[in-house]
């Protein structure tokens, strides 16, 4: 069955970096996107980019400039990286991947455990 494993994250001061990989496995025949989420405590869950496999990428206007996705389509993993994280970043990340599994079916309701992001003053 397809997964999403996510690792990285941690814990850094304003001003640093920190970087999130997630990696699909399991009966894959194309990971079409990838979207990245957040949700802080007491606060819903928010977009916070997307790439496609051919390479197209999108960001919101809040961490735009600050993060920055790369890819190994190879390995179909996603790697996020985030600098100059301010405390407002501070969140669960989830990944969540549109995959086309090998038996040819399609969907986008594939989500990785989550990784904790937390950034002091």
């Known amino acids: 069955q397809v997964e999403l494993v996510q690792s990285g994250g941690g814990s850094v001061h304003a001003g640093g970096s920190l970087s999130l990989s997630c990696a699909a496995s399991?009966?894959?025949?194309?990971?079409?996107?990838m979207d990245w989420y957040r949700r802080a405590p007491g606060k819903a869950r928010e977009l916070v980019g997307a790439i496609s496999t051919d390479g197209s990428e999108v960001f919101v206007d809040s961490v735009k400039g600050r993060f920055t996705f790369a890819r190994d389509n190879a390995k179909n993993t996603v790697y996020l990286q985030m600098d100059s994280l301010k405390p407002e970043d501070t969140a669960v990340y989830f990944c969540?991947?549109?995959?086309?599994?090998?038996?040819?079916?399609?969907?986008?309701?594939?989500w990785g455990q989550g990784s904790q992001v937390t950034v002091s003053s």
């Open positions: 399991g009966g894959i025949t194309k990971m079409n996107a």
């Open positions: 969540n991947a549109d995959i086309t599994d090998s038996r040819g079916l399609r969907n986008s309701n594939y």
